[in-house]
Structures are given as C-alpha cells and as structure tokens.
C-alpha cells in the first residue's frame, strides 16, 4: 500500500517562530488532508488538498501531486498550535484513506 | 457543522468481555469509519463502511467487527477484549464519493482492557 511519511517527527518552537512540516507519499494519490490534534486528543480537519495552495488564517498548506508532497506552514505560532499534526491520503478507488504517524509540535512562551 | 458523537470517552474493560463502541454522526454522510491510534503508529484503519449494511475491512481488523444497521451509526465491537486492544479508538465520517470528501472525528473512545 501507499506510504506516508512525516517529517520531522518532533518539533519545538518558540512562540511567533514559524515552521514548515512535510508530508511525503509513495504514490499518487486522490486527496490528501491536513490534521491537528489537539492535547486533548481531538483531531480537526486542517485543509483538504489534493494539489495547489489554500490558506486559512495563520496556516497555509501546498500540495505539489506531481512530485508527491505537500507541506503545512505555520506562522507566527502560538501555544495553541502545539499537538500532533497528520497528514492523510486517499490514493485507492473508495475512501480509504491512510495515515502519516504525525509530527509532534511543541510551542513554547 | 458535521458533529461526530462517540458514546463514551473512557472505558475501562476485563480481558475476554464483549465491548461495544457507539459513533453516531449527524450530517447524512455514506462514508464512516473506525481508527485506533498507538503511540509511534499513527491512525491505523479497522474497518470502514460506504453504506447502510455495508463494510470493508481495513488494515488491522483481526479481532473486531462493526455493524452499521442505520445511516447514522457505525458500532465497533470488539468480541472478546484482550490487553493488545487497549488503544484510543477515533471513529470519522466523510460525505461519500471517491476518495473526494474531508474526514471529520469524533472526540475518542480511550479504551483499556485489564
């Protein structure tokens, strides 16, 4: 099946530092969506991105589909950004979609 | 907004009971689905169903089963509990199609088994 990986897997910043995470895929793929994870464990639904760019606030996110990753930007991050985040991909013919183990931020005062 | 409900945040079973997970979602969606994640493993997939009645087997079902008798519900179950099962369990639910709607979570079931 296809492979997902994260990079990198830990990651702490100050607060107002910005950051990149990657998402790298095996094979192509039909969607492929951002998470956050929250401390408490609930996971939201950051962008849906199966190519080009789309921005929501202080986040941003680039699917580049030809080259098989995607990135997820942060800026000016705030100690409500930490948790884990997951990239996820749907490359088959129905819905299921496959999982990144997540890179875990940490934002720091 | 789509709200995903899972019957119970902390559950705590002996080995060899019968566990029943509830995830009822409210925005008529055909696709739900039931994860469990493990420190260093991610989300791993169970089974998912694209309608009423109907289901897939995901990555790691040995050892579960689903039922989905209403559009609205999707039960995991977990026949005889065993200690290897203790876990975060996420249920999710997607519009349908092909691969083509976002996913969205319920809060978790933490799960363990004695």
């Known amino acids: 099946g296809i492979q997902v990986e994260q990079s990198p897997p830990d990651l702490i910043l100050q607060e107002g530092a910005n950051s990149t995470l990657r998402c790298n895929f095996s094979d192509s793929v039909n969607n492929l969506q951002w998470f956050h994870q929250n401390p408490w464990g609930q996971l939201i639904n950051l962008f849906y991105?199966?190519?080009g760019t789309k921005q929501n606030g202080r986040l941003s996110a680039t699917t580049v589909a030809t080259e098989r990753y995607s990135l997820l930007y942060i800026s000016s991050s705030q100690t409500t950004d930490s948790g884990v985040y997951f990239c996820a991909v749907n490359s088959g013919g129905y819905q299921k979609v496959t999982f990144g183990i997540g890179t875990k931020l940490q934002v720091i005062p | 907004d789509v709200k995903v409900t899972q019957s119970s945040r902390y559950l705590v079973k002996r080995t060899g009971e019968k566990v029943f997970l509830e995830c009822v979602q409210d925005m008529d969606h055909e696709n739900m689905f039931w994860y469990r994640q493990d420190p260093g493993l991610g989300l791993r997939l169970i089974y998912f169903?694209?309608?009423?009645?109907?289901?897939e087997k995901g990555d790691i079902p040995e050892g579960y089963s689903v039922s989905r008798e209403k559009k609205e519900r999707f039960s995991l179950i977990l026949e005889s509990a065993s200690t290897n099962q203790t876990s975060m369990y996420l249920c999710?639910?997607?519009?349908?199609?092909?691969?083509?709607?976002?996913?969205?979570f319920g809060n978790g079931t933490r799960l363990t088994v004695t």
């Open positions: 169903s694209y309608d009423v009645k109907m289901k």
């Open positions: 999710a639910s997607s519009l349908g199609g092909l691969g083509n709607s976002p996913l969205h």
């Open positions: 991105i199966p190519s």
